[in-house]
C-alpha cells in the first residue's frame, strides 16, 4: 500500500482555493505551450491526430479550472441555461485563463445546436507559426479541448473544435439533449 | 515579436498547462526516469530559446535607455529576423555625423563605426556576444542609418577575474 495518502503529508487540501492573482510572463507561456506541441507532434502521424491531442490535454485543464472557477466567481452556483453557460465562458473562463473576454459568442444561423466562440488573435496562436504544408493545423485546439471538457463536466454534453475562421473559430456543438433541454426549461 | 516577456498571463492557465504535460509524459512513458529526461530535455530546448528573448529585451533597452542616455536619441527597433537573433536600431538622425560631409577620396570610410565597438564591447561585459554593423548610412546618401546586430553567442565566464 502506498502510505502517501495516509500520512498526512500533503497539506494542498488545506490551502485555500481563493487566493491573490499571480502571473508568470507570457514567453514563458509561450515556450511552454510550444514544447508541448512539438512534443505532440514527434509522437503523431496527422494534423488531426496532432489537434486531438492538442485537445485531450486542455482537457484536463478545463476540467480543473471548472471547479475553482464556478467557486471563485459563482459562488458555487452553476448554470443551467445554455446561454448563461456559454455567457460564462466567454466572460468569466476567458477573462481568469487570457486576461480578456472572448472576442464575440455568435449562434449558427442555420442549426439551434452549434455556437461559435470568435477569438481574432488568441494567445494560444500568438507566438505559433504554423508550416504551410500544415495549414489547417490550428493549435486551438488545445483551447477547444478546455472549453469541451468545460461544458461536458457542468452538464452541457458538445463536441468542440477549433477552426481558421476569423481570426480562431471555437465551434461548439450541442448534445441534442442540452438543446431539447433547455428548450423545455423555457417552456416552463 | 519576442518582447512577450513584458507581458503577463494568468499563472493558473501556466500551472495547469503543464501538469497537462507531465500527465501526458507520464501516460507515455513507461517509468518515470524517462519522463524526468524527457522533461529535462524540453526545458534545455526552452532555456535556448530563452536567450533569443533576453536579446530582445536588450535591443529596448539600447535603444530607449542607452541611446537616449548618451546620444539623446531614440531608435527605432525593427527588422527581427524569424529565428529573433537578428534586428536593426534604425537612426532617424545621428549626432555624430551632424556637420559631416564623405569626401571622395572615403568612399568606403564607415565614418560612424565607433558605434559598432561600443555596442560590441558594451554587450560583451553583460557576457553577450554580438556581430554590429552598418548597413545603412546617411552619410551615404541612404534616407536612414541602420545597425544591425546579430546575437552570435552568451559568452561563458571562464577567466576568473584579473586573470587577463
Known amino acids: 500500500m502506498d502510505t502517501r495518502f495516509t500520512r498526512g503529508k500533503s497539506t494542498i487540501l488545506e490551502r485555500p482555493l481563493t487566493r491573490p492573482k499571480t502571473e508568470v510572463s507570457v514567453s514563458a507561456f509561450a515556450l511552454l505551450f510550444s514544447e508541448m506541441v512539438q512534443y505532440c507532434q514527434s509522437r503523431v502521424y496527422s494534423v488531426s491526430e496532432l489537434q486531438t491531442r492538442l485537445a485531450d490535454m486542455g482537457q484536463s485543464v478545463g476540467a480543473s479550472m471548472l471547479d475553482v472557477l464556478v467557486l471563485r466567481e459563482k459562488n458555487g452556483k452553476r448554470e443551467t441555461k445554455v446561454l448563461n453557460m456559454l455567457l460564462f465562458i466567454k466572460v468569466n473562463v476567458w477573462k481568469s485563463l487570457f486576461g480578456k473576454e472572448a472576442d464575440k459568442l455568435e449562434q449558427a444561423n442555420d442549426d439551434d445546436k452549434t455556437y461559435y466562440i470568435i477569438e481574432k488573435e488568441p494567445l494560444i496562436n500568438a507566438y505559433i507559426s504554423v508550416p504551410k504544408e500544415n495549414s489547417s493545423l ?19 454534453p458538445a463536441k468542440v473544435t477549433a477552426h481558421w475562421h476569423k481570426g480562431t473559430t471555437l465551434m461548439i456543438k450541442f448534445n441534442e439533449s442540452v438543446i431539447a433541454r433547455d428548450k423545455a426549461l423555457d417552456g416552463r | 515579436d519576442l518582447k512577450a516577456s513584458s507581458r503577463v498571463t494568468n499563472s493558473e492557465l501556466f500551472t495547469l498547462t503543464y501538469g497537462a504535460l507531465v500527465t501526458q509524459l507520464c501516460k507515455d512513458y513507461e517509468n518515470d526516469e524517462e519522463v524526468n529526461k524527457q522533461l529535462d530535455k524540453m526545458g534545455y530546448n526552452i532555456g535556448v530559446r530563452l536567450i533569443e528573448d533576453f536579446l530582445a529585451q536588450t535591443a529596448d ?41 564623405l569626401p571622395d577620396n572615403h ?55 584579473g586573470d587577463e
Open chain 1, 138 to 156: 490550428n493549435c486551438a485546439a488545445f483551447t477547444a479541448g478546455i472549453v469541451e471538457a468545460i461544458l461536458t463536466h457542468s452538464g452541457f
Open chain 2, 61 to 101: 533597452v539600447i535603444a530607449k535607455v542607452a541611446f537616449k542616455m548618451y546620444l539623446g536619441i531614440t531608435p527605432s527597433v525593427t527588422n527581427w529576423s524569424p529565428a529573433g537573433d537578428e534586428f536593426s536600431l534604425m537612426l532617424e538622425n545621428n549626432p555624430l555625423v551632424d556637420f559631416v560631409e
Open chain 2, 107 to 161: 568612399s568606403t570610410l564607415i565614418y560612424s563605426n565607433l558605434l559598432c565597438g561600443v555596442l560590441r564591447g558594451a554587450l560583451e561585459m553583460v557576457q553577450m556576444a554580438v556581430d554590429v554593423r552598418f548597413v545603412q548610412d546617411t552619410l551615404r546618401g541612404d534616407s536612414v542609418t541602420e545597425i544591425r546586430m546579430k546575437f552570435i553567442k552568451r559568452i561563458e565566464e571562464n577567466l576568473p577575474a
